[in-house]
């Protein structure tokens, strides 16, 4: 399992879930110097990415690009997936189709998180869910051209009506033609909806494709309750691979956030 750690770089989303805050270059350098895999994008769009400059300032501190955040498509522009109305939908396919572009060349995967909608409030949620399923269907097959995936992340019930178990995402990405969407397990909306976490991403199995590794507040991992040594257990058993990436308040401060995942990582990949 590798480590990441997320850079924010949405001014409307400032009190969000994001660890570094302090542009990419200096959010990239510090990530290298702590140790970090890789790192894990939430941008207002691809219109702020410079690939060139991006590749370098990654090649420099020896990172990854994990992953590009669409939440920005909602929490800026109100775009999602699910919206009734059928052009507002095509905007917000547009939008995610422009982040898998961008995060292709890295070899890296676009996340639908918040673009997925509340869904529940506007129309009914059966045809809410068949938008989002034609969306990751949509998305699953547009990523396949940069060999990755797309991947969709269950919220908790006060963010989406959608999907909130780890059950949920594995039936609506089976009812699916393409096979190329995987799951993001966010352990911070698990701890609210699972009976079990460690036996939900046992449930996720092969489609677990991306962790937002945190704690039960949403602080970073070791500042709550959560039970880690199950959890690891599981996704070692489930054989997962890929990040555990730090999604977290920026508590106490960005750096010292940082800081405490990297030794919370360490502790728990290497016992
Ligand atoms: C939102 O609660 C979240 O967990 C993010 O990863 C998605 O946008
Ligand atoms: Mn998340």
Redesign the pocket.
């Known amino acids: 399992m590798k480590s990441c750690i997320t850079i924010s770089l949405v001014e409307e989303a400032r009190g969000g879930?994001f660890v570094l805050w302090d542009g990419l270059e200096k959010s990239i350098a510090f990530a290298g110097e702590l140790g970090y895999d890789a790192v894990e994008i939430f941008s207002p769009g691809v219109e702020v990415i410079d690939p060139d400059a991006l590749g370098k300032m990654l090649d420099v501190a020896g990172l990854k690009l994990a992953a590009l955040?669409t939440?920005a498509g909602w929490v800026k522009h109100q775009l999602q997936l699910a919206d009734p109305d059928a052009a507002k939908r095509q905007q917000a396919r547009d939008f995610v189709r422009q982040i898998i572009d961008c995060a292709g060349q890295f070899g890296a995967f676009a996340?639908i998180?918040?673009m997925q909608g509340p869904s529940g409030k506007t129309g009914d949620a059966k045809t809410a869910l068949g938008y989002l399923a034609e969306a990751l269907e949509d998305g699953g097959q547009h990523a396949a051209q940069y060999n990755v995936p797309l991947v969709y992340?269950p919220?908790n019930r006060y963010?989406t009506k959608q999907c909130c178990t780890v059950a949920d995402g594995v039936a609506l990405l089976e009812s699916l033609s393409t096979d190329n969407v995987r799951l993001l397990c966010?352990l911070f909306?698990m701890n609210i909806e699972e009976a079990d976490i460690a036996d939900a991403l046992r449930i996720g199995g092969k489609w677990v494709g991306h962790i937002?590794f945190v704690d039960s507040n949403r602080r970073p991992v070791g500042c709550g309750h959560m039970q880690y040594g199950r959890i690891i257990e599981a996704l070692r058993e489930i054989d997962y691979q890929g990040y555990l990436c730090a999604?977290a308040f920026p508590y106490p401060d960005p750096h010292e956030a940082a800081r405490q995942t990297m030794r919370a990582y360490r502790y728990w990949t290497q016992t």
């Open positions: 879930p955040g939440g996340i998180g918040s992340e919220l963010e966010d909306h937002h999604e």
